[in-house]
């Protein structure tokens, strides 16, 4: 992982213009947690994490009605992996005191930007036909 900021790209789409918004939103969170890399800035920390998992079950939840509504075949194992995903931020949500920065964002890439770009682009097909 690098210094740069991430930056939201067309290979990101999923083909679904609110599902867009509210990635990049993550991105930018992400982005967020990044500027705080090398710093023990713990309300800005506390503040970021907050909103990242509250952010998480949000969208979470939004994706899944919208690939309900749309007979997206893979819903049942999309939603195992966002169940997935809720486990492993609530367990570092667990030791957020000592959180730092850099856990924080790895974990953020690794399961919420990641997550987009391998599975929630699975459904991109289905979601661009309607
Ligand atoms: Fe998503
Ligand atoms: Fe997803």
């Known amino acids: 992982m ?3 900021a991430l930056q ?8 679904h213009p609110v599902l867009d ?3 990049q939103l993550l991105v930018d969170l992400a ?5 705080l890399f090398g710093t023990d800035a713990r309300a800005a920390i506390d503040a970021a994490f907050e909103e ?3 952010y998480t079950i949000h969208h ?4 899944e009605n919208v690939l309900r509504a749309a007979k997206y075949p893979g819903l049942n194992g999309h939603k195992k992996i966002h169940k997935k995903i809720s486990d492993s931020v609530d367990d ?3 030791h957020r005191d000592t959180v730092t920065p850099e856990q924080l964002y790895s974990t953020l890439y690794d399961v919420i930007i990641k997550h987009i770009l391998v599975d929630d682009i699975k ?4 979601l661009s036909a309607r």
């Open 2 to 4: 690098g210094t740069s």
């Open 8 to 15: 939201w790209s067309d290979e990101m789409s999923v083909g």
């Open 21 to 23: 918004e509210q990635h």
């Open 31 to 35: 982005n967020r947690v990044k500027t």
């Open 52 to 54: 990242i998992v509250k």
């Open 60 to 63: 979470f939840k939004f994706e």
């Open 92 to 94: 570092l949500y667990a």
């Open 123 to 126: 459904f991109k097909d289905i």
